[in-house]
């Protein structure tokens, strides 16, 4: 089963930008659908950004125009693009993993994925 690392987490004042890298070890079986989640304190975690192994892209509607997810498959990296930051994005970021399936027409639980990093901080301040 494959590892994930995230890294690129950090501070910024809002308005900012940050690019979180999410390294892969071992196998994720294609296809599969990955994801970049979040989790505020006092909060659950929600999705963010969904892509599949078709390049297939989805964002969540407060970061659509500002977040762009994308994948380098020879490098096995995931990478979130964060632009205009704002207050609101602070967060623990965590990329994920479901192998064997696309992502399906509800991509947004994280009980979906099984492969978890351990998440990287992203502290935007006003």
């Known amino acids: 089963q494959g590892q994930l690392a995230e890294s690129g987490g950090g501070s910024v004042h809002a308005g900012g930008s940050l690019s979180l890298s999410c390294a892969g070890s071992?196998?994720?079986?294609?296809?599969?659908?990955m994801g970049w989640f979040r989790q505020a304190p006092g909060k659950q975690r929600e999705a963010v950004a969904i892509i599949d192994s078709r390049g297939v892209q989805r964002y969540r509607d407060s970061v659509k125009g500002r977040f762009t997810i994308s994948q380098d498959s020879a490098e096995n990296t995931l990478v979130l693009q964060m632009n205009s930051l704002q207050p609101e994005d602070t967060a623990m970021y965590y990329c994920a993993a479901r192998g064997s399936a696309y992502c399906d027409l509800d991509p947004w639980p994280p009980r979906k994925y099984t492969t978890w990093g351990r998440g990287t901080q992203v502290t935007v301040s006003s």
């Open positions: 071992g196998s994720i079986i294609r296809p599969y659908c």
